[in-house]
């Protein structure tokens, strides 16, 4: 899914996250991956999988990591565990995708929004050193001045959206 030079951006854009000053000083890294369940599913587990290979082989760093993985569904079903970069990159995460989706199909809210999941990363990832969004872009932004508070002071420097392979730079 990811071309050679999209994969390289992303390694360089975990880098520089990780060097932000203050930001990351060695030990078990602790990031976060949010995997947005309105993409495919072949789509959503390629591409989780090609971040997990490309990101072990940047860096010794990216060898032991405390994964915790987010399951965006909607604003209603956001699902936070702890997982592994192996399962990650098999895919072997993702075995609910087929009734998280159906759940959402039958609600009447599955509309998501950029808002309710900053505010959660805010709440439950602020030890996240770095913090990766998957998404197809379908989410809505509500309250942009919220979005800019949810970012500011730490978040904006730690979160890289892949936004159908490209990176979105979030109020920077």
Avoid at 42 to 51: A, F, M, P, R, V
Avoid at 66 to 95: H, Q, T, Y
Avoid at 98 to 120: F, I
Wanted: charged share 30%; glycine share 6%; hydrophobic share 40%.
């Amino acid at each position: 899914m990811f071309t050679q030079v999209q994969l390289l951006q992303i390694k360089n854009a975990a880098m520089r996250v990780l060097h932000v000053p203050g930001n990351y000083s060695g030990g078990i890294l602790e990031m976060a991956v949010v995997a947005d369940y309105h993409l495919p599913y072949e789509k959503l587990k390629e591409s989780c999988s090609e971040i997990a290979g490309a990101l072990k082989r940047t860096d010794e760093v990216f060898r032991n990591v405390r994964l915790n993985l987010i399951k965006w569904v909607s604003d209603d079903i956001i699902i936070k565990e702890v997982s592994a970069l192996p399962k990650l990159r098999m895919g072997s995460c993702f075995e609910d995708y087929e009734d998280l989706v159906g759940k959402t199909e039958k609600s009447a809210r599955s509309e998501k929004s950029l808002d309710e999941l900053l505010r959660q990363l805010k709440l439950f990832y602020a030890r996240s050193k770095i913090i990766i969004v998957i998404t197809d872009g379908s989410y809505e932004r509500v309250d942009e001045k919220k979005i800019q508070e949810y970012l500011h002071p730490f978040l904006g420097r730690k979160i890289i959206v892949l936004e159908s392979g490209n990176i979105v730079l979030l109020g920077r």
